[in-house]
């Protein structure tokens, strides 16, 4: 098929973001390369602003929304929903990991860029209109997680967490990427819309075996990704082991990358035959909220205890995408973002809290926390409670949102399980406020600095959006009603 | 000044009492302290005061502040609603929130952590004039869910003491199960009615769309689950659990939020839903039943309870029994009345506890005590005056309120005659254990040690004032509510006819058909109800202080039933965990291992067994929900640990399971 | 295709190259024949003349540096395999292509760069400095 392969520069406007992130990175690494150690520091300053200035670029590319590249990127109100999300964790991970890289003595401008990759990696997962776009994204996005989970070579946890999320995750995307093959053979097209339309189109409709086949290959993908039961596993393994920085980036920027690559998938392409992934993704949301609770509830260890919760959490979106609606769909969207501000924010603390090798991250290492750092504890706090879901916090609407779409489509038992899982939750939240407000620091505990000035920044930023997310929850859910509308 | 436009100022005051105390709190000294907390709720009540006054000025007694729009998605506003309802409400709220303010200024003067305590109790009068002013039901539930957690900070107040923190997490847990109804309630009712707030619900409940709902159907659900929530917030049966143990707090804790404010949040939810009530007969039969149960129930647990705040807060229970049995038979503005009075006299029968607790040095047994009468005279005599209020003597404010809901049971068209008798007995139960607590306490010899019997001291101004004030209430806030038949001016029925704009429509339905029940049954049963109450008050007073000891009948075989509170914290042990752990296989296993080593011998057999029994009686019987929860988990965690193997094959073995699972459904569907 | 060609001229090319390329091979090998010297001793005459002995125990340790190597050798391997795909389409994506090239080959150099400067293939790393490989 001939054509002009030269896009246009409306087309490279709209990619735009993506590429000023690669070349932020790449030039991240000649930096490193050539500067003293001394000059090193502004690497993250650097990495810092490129993902600003890439945010602003995102922000005023959704002014002229409309494909590109062939329609292989469709860059619309959805996307930038999401790839401003993605942009915002990189950040805020930036912020949380400069002090820790430097307590571990592992600073480096590699730690950024990959960063960087991971972000531009995921940001394609959102605007991919294409089933090979998202497989790429997807890759681009692990490869570089993986390296970041490994990042402190000398720490045993760091390599087993690399080596396994490695292992797993191609796994997984092998899995996704045969789907992929699938879809192909029977549809005849990887695009989108192009599927979409073949499983509109009552002429020619293909046999419901095969893309029955191919849909389940290609959840199998999805669900690792976003760490759905029974393909969790991973998860409390992998988020135990790596820094508590890049664990905060890894259970938010690629899940929140991979829900949106799932709603692309399920709610526009597969959208036709959605009675065949409703009732899958309905017992895997059963599951997955049950697993992620009760294994929650017996963690001494925090990182492993947000862990499992953040796989419950995922099972509450997938709830919200059982709806199939839009509002499921505005549901999923806003629980991401606030998800995203809270467990970001708790990890910082706990990265805050762990320091150096990582030694104090049993439930007891928060002890006395209220005494020893007021604001700290407070603003985990916020964050706990928010993730318990109690009203005026992100958390709380987010839920509601999802319980109220899922009710909208007459999912009342999936409404219930739900319900009563978010009150088994707080059992395990209210232990670590318990402990920080109600048991005396142990005799001897030496002192905890006060929290760096990016780990600060983090938490404040971090805790408004939360509390802003709970009481005004329609500045978000304004914009997520908008790019849900492109998917309908 | 428009007052009416500022109701938004009395929640937040306190919060601005609380957010001092979070961020400066620790620096400044405690007569700061002592002016700010009490001070901030002592302006919200003045603000409360004017707001009421020209709210009865207006001719539509409905007032609305929109500050912004919250969720537009379901049409709901962050916006304040004051009517006659909510005006009860929050003079209830800010008034003895401000007297039990003051009386904790002495009370908690010798303990840690003065400031933290005084933040989170501002903080909670916040949530629960958010809770009383919203206009809509997730403002509503924003309240609902604050108070919840603030009371939760409270219990465990005292974080050195185990127990305390236990019972703080039960109250969360348990209180978020009936939240799940309540959530659940909401978006069926948003269903319905298009709608969360107050005033849209009930117009569209009352218009032509609905009609009453005779057999279970939607509508009864919604109302149902609505009360689901009510029963975990005002410790009702099955979820009425956790409220005794919720003792472990502070006294003026007790007192301000499980005594008279939040407890009471589920009664005034029910009756602000009352347009929704009023619908379905079958649901607010089922209210009016719980109620009773829960009535008798917690009376009869009362009856033998010997510490003096376990006493009380089983008489909550019952009480608040009482205030859903109002609801439930439709006598709204009865049931608002009986909680008007009794966070009067319940107020201060708690802060009283807590004044002879202070005077004991801590000591709560109320068998230790005993002679109290002159030792501390203005406790004794604020208190007496309490226990004939809730006794229900004739003129106290406990009288007519009790008095109305036992009558309503009868004249009511939705009410029982079963209703009926059950509330006299409980009314029987309640002179008898009140008066039981004041003759162990006050009268008699001293029961204490000498250390204790030389401390004895009356607790300084700060407590006493806020007593006598409240005192003064429980005998005058009745007065607002006589009976018709006294044939009193308007003024001492303005109770009822300052609620009728909420109630009224709602009036219009249930008496239809309503017979007008004869003056004369009437004065009878208020005769026999003051007849019950003396009798009752007799019988406690034959007893504690005529009878020695051994020499009371001990009420055979219900003592320890009673005394065990029915066991039902040990029958919902039974019923989950030994199910679940014989299920689970743990436990299964290790008494089997226990049992059978030790068969090999019979006299080891023998002691081991029962060694065995008995601590795993101690370990997993005695304890309580909390291990209940514990264990549930431990079982089903189980699984998921064996799951979590840590290896990698196992974790793609996982993988394939799933990915043959989804082709399995395919397969078959 | 525009003008059908003669099957001679279509192969000749194919032929030419073939030619080239066992010419050259013959050439290679036989020149070395011709002009080396010859040594016969037990290093010599191993499968590998430096590097691993083959037979012993499998559980040997090897220095880092021949992984990293390695890995290196097939990182830039896949990278020139890329090239292949690139040539065949070439024609038709005309410019386009050309410049992509460009992008993806000042891609590689960079991460050519970093190890090189990382020390990544300098092999025999100073004792006293093995902090160099990062």
């Given at each position: 098929m001939p054509g002009n392969y030269m896009p246009s520069a409306a087309e490279l406007f709209r990619f735009s973001p993506e590429l000023l992130l690669t070349a932020a990175g790449t030039l991240l690494m000649i930096f490193e390369a050539i500067t003293s150690p001394k000059q090193k520091r502004s690497l993250p300053v650097f990495a810092f602003l490129s993902l600003l200035a890439a945010l602003a670029l995102a922000v005023a590319a959704s002014s002229d929304p409309g494909p590109a590249f062939n329609r292989m990127l469709q860059?619309?109100?959805?996307?930038?929903?999401?790839?401003?999300?993605?942009?915002?964790?990189?950040?805020?991970?930036?912020?949380?990991?400069t002090n820790y890289l430097k307590q571990a003595e592992h600073?480096?401008?590699?730690?950024?860029?990959?960063?960087?990759?991971?972000?531009?990696?995921?940001?394609?997962?959102?605007?991919?209109?294409?089933?090979?776009?998202?497989?790429?994204?997807?890759?681009?996005?692990?490869?570089?997680?993986?390296?970041?989970?490994?990042?402190?070579?000398d720490d045993k946890r760091n390599n087993e967490a690399a080596l396994k999320y490695f292992l797993l995750g191609s796994f997984a995307t092998a899995f996704l990427l045969y789907g992929v093959a699938w879809i192909y053979g029977t549809t005849g097209t990887t695009n989108l819309s192009g599927v979409r339309g073949v499983l509109?189109?009552?002429?020619?409709?293909?046999?419901?075996?095969?893309?029955?086949?191919?849909?389940?290959?290609?959840?199998?993908?999805?669900?690792?990704?976003?760490?759905?039961?029974?393909?969790?596993?991973?998860?409390?393994?992998?988020?135990?082991?790596?820094?508590?920085?890049?664990?905060?980036f890894m259970a938010t920027g690629p899940k929140a990358a991979a829900f949106a690559a799932f709603l692309r998938i399920t709610m526009w392409a597969f959208e036709p035959v959605k009675n065949h992934w409703i009732p899958v993704l309905w017992f895997t949301a059963i599951a997955t909220m049950i697993v992620g609770n009760f294994a929650a509830l017996r963690q001494s260890n925090v990182k492993r205890l947000l862990a499992y919760s953040s796989i419950a959490h995922a099972g509450y979106v997938l709830v919200a995408l059982t709806a199939a609606s839009k509002t499921g769909t505005e549901a999923a969207m806003f629980y991401m973002v606030s998800y995203a501000a809270m467990n970001l924010g708790a990890f910082a603390v706990i990265a805050h809290v762990a320091r150096k090798g990582e030694r104090r991250v049993e439930i007891d290492d928060f002890a006395g926390l209220g005494n020893r750092q007021p604001l700290t504890a407070a603003i985990f706090t916020v964050f706990l409670l928010s993730l318990i879901g109690v009203p005026l916090t992100g958390g709380f609407f987010a839920k509601f949102y999802v319980f109220k779409a899922a009710l909208d489509s007459q999912l009342i038992a999936l409404t219930i399980v739900g319900l009563l899982n978010s009150a088994v939750a707080a059992f395990y939240y209210l232990r670590l406020i318990v402990i920080m407000y109600m048991q005396p620091a142990p005799e001897g505990v030496d002192t905890l600095p006060e929290p760096s000035l990016g780990i600060r920044t983090a938490l404040v930023a971090c805790s408004l959006a939360t509390v802003v997310l709970g009481v005004f929850p329609s500045l978000v859910l304004d914009i997520a009603g908008r790019g849900a509308s492109f998917i309908r | 000044m428009n007052f009416l436009d500022l109701i938004w100022l009395i929640p937040l005051v306190p919060l601005f009492g609380a957010a001092v105390m979070l961020f400066f709190g620790r620096r400044l000294s405690k007569a700061a302290i002592s002016i700010i907390c009490p001070g901030a709720v002592g302006v919200s009540l003045l603000l409360s005061i004017a707001a009421v006054i020209q709210l009865a000025g207006l001719k539509e007694k409905i007032h609305q502040v929109t500050l912004f729009p919250w969720l537009p998605l379901m049409k709901v506003d962050m916006a304040y609603l004051l009517?006659?309802?909510?005006?009860?409400?929050?003079?209830?709220?800010?008034?003895?929130?401000?007297?039990?303010?003051?009386?904790?200024?002495?009370?908690?003067?010798?303990?840690?952590?003065?400031?933290?305590?005084?933040g989170y109790l501002n903080l909670f009068v916040f949530f629960m004039l958010t809770l009383v002013l919203a206009n809509s039901y997730p403002l509503l539930f924003v309240g609902w869910e604050g108070v919840g957690l603030c009371s939760y900070l409270l219990i465990g107040f005292y974080f050195n003491r185990k127990s305390a923190g236990d019972a703080g997490k039960k109250a969360f847990i348990v209180n978020r199960i009936g939240d799940a109804g309540f959530i659940l309630g909401m978006f069926f009712l948003y269903q319905l009615t298009d709608s969360l707030k107050f005033t849209d619900v009930n117009e569209a409940l009352r218009s032509a769309r609905f009609g009453v709902e005779h057999s279970f159907g939607l509508l009864s659900l919604t109302a149902l689950?609505?009360?689901?929530?009510?029963?975990?917030?005002?410790?009702?049966?099955?979820?009425?659990?956790?409220?005794?143990?919720?003792?472990?707090?502070?006294?003026?804790?007790?007192?301000?939020?499980?005594?008279?404010?939040?407890?009471?949040?589920?009664?005034?939810?029910?009756?602000?839903?009352?347009?929704?009530?009023?619908?379905?007969?079958?649901?607010?039969?089922?209210?009016?039943?719980?109620?009773?149960?829960?009535?008798?129930?917690?009376?009869?647990?009362?009856?033998?309870?010997?510490?003096?705040?376990?006493?009380?807060?089983?008489?909550?229970?019952?009480?608040?029994?009482?205030?859903?049995?109002?609801?439930?038979?439709?006598?709204?503005?009865?049931?608002?009345?009986?909680?008007?009075?009794?966070?009067?006299?319940?107020?201060?029968?708690f802060l009283g506890a807590g004044s002879v607790i202070h005077a004991m040095?801590?000591?709560?047994?109320?068998?230790?005590?005993?002679?109290?009468?002159?030792?501390?005279?203005?406790?004794?005599?604020?208190?007496?005056?309490?226990?004939?209020?809730?006794?229900?003597?004739?003129?106290?404010?406990?009288?007519?309120?009790?008095?109305?809901?036992?009558?309503?049971?009868?004249?009511?068209?939705?009410?029982?005659?079963?209703?009926?008798?059950?509330?006299?007995?409980?009314?029987?139960?309640?002179?008898f254990y009140m008066w039981r607590l004041m003759f162990l306490t006050f009268y008699g010899e001293g029961r204490m040690d000498e250390k204790t019997r030389h401390h004895l001291h009356e607790s300084p101004k700060t407590m006493t004032v806020p007593l006598m004030v409240l005192a003064a209430g429980s005998v005058l806030v009745g007065w607002l509510g006589t009976p018709k038949i006294f044939g009193l001016p308007e003024?001492?029925?303005?109770?009822?006819?300052?609620?009728?704009?909420?109630?009224?429509?709602?009036?219009?339905?249930?008496?239809?058909?309503?017979?007008?029940?004869?003056?004369?049954?009437?004065?009878?049963?208020?005769?026999?109800?003051?007849?019950?109450?003396?009798?009752?008050?007799?019988?406690?007073?034959?007893?504690?202080?005529?009878?020695?000891?051994?020499?009371?009948?001990?009420?055979?075989?219900?003592?320890?039933?009673?005394?065990?509170?029915?066991?039902?914290?040990?029958?919902?042990?039974?019923?989950?965990?030994?199910?679940?752990?014989?299920?689970?296989?743990?436990?299964?296993?290790?008494?089997?291992?226990?049992?059978?080593?030790?068969?090999?011998?019979?006299?080891?057999?023998?002691?081991?067994?029962?060694?065995?029994v008995s601590m795993w009686w101690d370990t997993w019987i005695v304890d309580g929900l909390v291990n209940l929860s514990a264990f549930t988990v431990r079982a089903l965690s189980f699984p998921v640990r064996f799951l979590q193997t840590g290896l990698l094959q196992s974790y793609a073995l996982a993988f394939v399971i799933g990915l043959l699972a989804i082709f399995g459904y395919y397969w078959v569907r | 295709m525009p003008n059908q060609l003669a099957p001679a001229e279509v192969w000749f090319p194919i032929l030419t190259q073939v030619v080239f390329a066992v010419v050259m091979a013959v050439a290679l090998v036989g020149v070395g024949l011709a002009l080396g010297k010859r040594v016969k001793n037990k290093v010599k005459d191993s499968p590998y003349e430096c590097g691993i002995t083959p037979v012993g125990s499998a559980r040997n340790r090897f220095s880092v540096k021949f992984y990293l190597v390695a890995m290196l050798f097939i990182l830039f391997d896949i990278e020139a395999i890329f090239l292949y795909p690139w040539a065949v389409v070439y024609r038709e994506l005309k410019l386009f292509a050309f410049f992509e090239m460009l992008l993806f080959m000042a891609l590689v150099l960079v991460g050519f760069f970093y190890i090189w400067k990382k020390g990544v293939l300098d092999w025999a790393v100073d004792e006293t400095s093995d902090e160099k490989i990062q």
């Open positions: 860059v619309d109100g959805f996307a930038t929903f999401f790839r401003v999300l993605v942009m915002a964790i990189g950040a805020v991970t930036i912020l949380i990991s600073e480096g401008g590699e730690f950024y860029s990959l960063v960087l990759f991971s972000v531009v990696g995921q940001c394609l997962m959102a605007t991919a209109n294409e089933l090979i776009m998202i497989f790429i994204g997807i890759e681009v996005s692990s490869i570089a997680t993986y390296v970041l989970a490994g990042y402190l070579r509109l189109d009552p002429q020619n409709a293909p046999n419901a075996i095969l893309i029955s086949v191919a849909l389940g290959l290609v959840l199998v993908g999805l669900l690792f990704k976003v760490s759905a039961v029974p393909f969790q596993s991973w998860a409390p393994d992998v988020y135990q082991g790596a820094p508590a920085p890049v664990t905060a | 009517d006659p309802l909510s005006s009860v409400m929050i003079l209830v709220v800010t008034g003895i929130g401000f007297l039990i303010h003051v009386y904790s200024v002495g009370y908690m003067g010798h303990e840690g952590g003065y400031y933290r305590f005084f689950l609505l009360f689901v929530g009510a029963t975990g917030k005002s410790a009702q049966i099955p979820l009425y659990v956790w409220l005794p143990d919720a003792m472990e707090g502070p006294t003026p804790v007790s007192a301000l939020i499980h005594a008279a404010t939040m407890v009471t949040a589920g009664v005034y939810m029910v009756a602000r839903s009352n347009a929704l009530f009023q619908l379905t007969p079958e649901t607010s039969f089922i209210i009016a039943g719980v109620g009773a149960a829960t009535s008798i129930f917690a009376a009869s647990i009362a009856l033998v309870q010997t510490d003096i705040k376990k006493v009380l807060a089983y008489s909550t229970v019952s009480q608040l029994g009482y205030m859903f049995v109002a609801a439930g038979v439709g006598a709204y503005w009865v049931a608002v009345f009986h909680l008007f009075t009794h966070a009067f006299f319940k107020a201060l029968l040095s801590g000591e709560q047994d109320m068998n230790l005590m005993g002679g109290l009468k002159n030792k501390i005279p203005i406790t004794f005599r604020t208190m007496f005056i309490a226990s004939l209020a809730i006794a229900g003597i004739p003129g106290l404010a406990g009288f007519f309120s009790k008095d109305e809901i036992i009558w309503q049971t009868h004249a009511s068209p939705l009410g029982s005659n079963f209703f009926t008798v059950v509330g006299l007995i409980t009314a029987a139960m309640t002179a003024f001492f029925r303005g109770f009822e006819g300052w609620l009728e704009p909420v109630f009224e429509p709602v009036k219009a339905l249930a008496s239809e058909g309503a017979e007008q029940p004869e003056h004369a049954f009437e004065w009878f049963m208020m005769g026999v109800s003051v007849v019950i109450a003396i009798g009752g008050i007799y019988v406690a007073k034959y007893m504690y202080t005529k009878l020695r000891r051994d020499q009371r009948p001990s009420g055979g075989m219900l003592y320890p039933v009673l005394l065990n509170k029915w066991y039902v914290d040990e029958v919902y042990d039974l019923i989950f965990i030994r199910g679940l752990s014989l299920g689970g296989g743990g436990l299964f296993a290790k008494f089997d291992r226990e049992v059978v080593d030790g068969g090999v011998n019979g006299t080891a057999w023998t002691t081991r067994f029962v060694s065995t | -």
